[in-house]
C-alpha cells in the first residue's frame, strides 16, 4: 500500500488537481492521499495559506477581514467551478470559515492556527468531493480522528498514540483524503506543524498504516545535489539514504521538510519524492541504505540567518561543567543550538537566528560573564551553513582539505568547521554575502564530470 502526499503546487488549482485523481487512479495501491492547502499557480502568485495567516492577522488587529476571507473563499470556489462541483462544496467551505473567523481570540496562537489550518482542511473536502464526482469512491477524513499533538510550547510532533489510532485508516474501499499541516492536543485544541508540515502529516500516515511506499508528490523531477537558483543544472540525486537527505533538508533544501523523515524512518519505509507534473519520472528514492557510486559526495546545501555566539576562558578546558552551564543559559532562553565547535579556550554556538531578540543576547551575554566569568562573550550574525553530504565521505581521506581548498580559491574566509562523528556531513560556517560564490566552488570541485580511463 501507498501513501502519498500533494504539495501546494500539486493542488493549487483545478487543472493540477486533475492531475492528482489521474496518479491516484493510476495505481490502486494508492489508498490514502495527504493534501496541502492550494499553493503558487505561477511565479508571484500568494499561497492560500499566506492568505490565511494575513487574515488570521486582519481578525486580530482590526483589519479588512470581509475582503481578505472573500479572497480565500473564492480562491476555493474557482477551484470548485473548475472542476465541475456544485455550490454545496463552497458554501461548506464559506461556513468553515465564517464559524472559525468567529472562533474565541483570547488565545491568539490557537486563533491563527485554527485559520492557518483550513486551508488543508477544506482543500480536503473539496479534493474528496471531486474523486466522488468522477467515479473514485473517496473519503475526507478529519485530523480530530486520532493525530494526537503534544501540548505547547515545544515543538509540534505526534504522540505515539497517533499511530495506533491511525493503523487502520486505509481498510475502507474508499480512497483517504487527509488535510496535512495540522492535528489536536489532547483536550481537543487544534495545532499546526511548521511550515511545510503537510509533508510530516503524510509521514505519519505511512508510519501509521506501515506503508510499502510513502510518495511525496512536488513540483520538481528529483531532489537536486545543489540548488539549480545557484547553481547551473546540477546533477539530480536517484537514491539518497535519510541520513544524508535529513542533513540536506535540515540546511536549506526545502523540497522536503526536516523532520518529515521520523515516522517512516523509524519502521524503514521507502519514500520517494516525485513530480506531479511528470509522474513517469523516476524522482528521488530515500532509503535506509543506497549503494555507493564513485562520487563521495551527495548533495551541498547552504542555509542563511545563523548567528554565533563566542566565548572564551582562558582554561576552560580544565573546568569541570562550563559546557554544561553555557548551555544551560541558553535553553533557559528556550533556544535550541544546531552546532558546538570548540577549542582549548573557546567554544562557539551557532544558533538560528531567528530565535534570537536584542534583549535575550544582552541577558546571555551579562550572564555569561557574571556567571561562568568569561574573559570575552560576543554574538556575530549574518552567517551561513554550507553542509557538504555523503554516506561516501566516510573514511574518504583528504575531503576537507579538498573543501577548504575550494572555498580559498573564492577568497572568502571561513568562520567555522564542524565535522559529525558519523562524518556524512562537513559544515563550513561562512559570511552569508559569500554563501552562494563558496556553494558554486564546492559544487565544481566535488561534481565536476567524473572521467572514466
Ligand atoms: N500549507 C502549509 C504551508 O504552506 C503546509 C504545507 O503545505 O505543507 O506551509
Redesign the pocket.
Known sequence: MIVCKF??TSVANAEQIKKVANIVKSNPARKIIAV??P?KRFGDDI?V?DLLIELADAALHNGNVVQKLQVVVNRFKEIADDLGLDNTICEVIAKDMQERIAYDKSDEFVFIDNIKAS??DNNAKLIAEYFNSIGMPAKYVSPKDGLVLNDPPERTYALPETYDNLKDLANGEEIVVYP??FGYTKDGTLRTFD?????ITGSILAASVRADLYENFTDVDCVFSANPKVVNDPVGISEITYREMRELSYSGFSVFHDEALMPVYKLGIPVNVKNTNNPAAPGTKILPTRTLTGRPVTGISADSNFSILYVSKYLMNREIGFGRKLLQIIEEERISYEHTPSGLDDISIIIRSNQLTEEKEKRIVSRVKEELHADDVYFRHGISMIVIVGEGMRNNTGLAARAAAAISRTGANIEMINQGSSEVSLVFGVLSQTENQILRALYDEFFAPITVG
Do not use: Q
Not at 195 to 199: A, L, T, V
Open positions: 504539495g501546494g496541502s492547502a499553493g499561497k495559506t486551508g488543508e496535512g499541516f511550515r511545510g508540515g503537510s509533508d
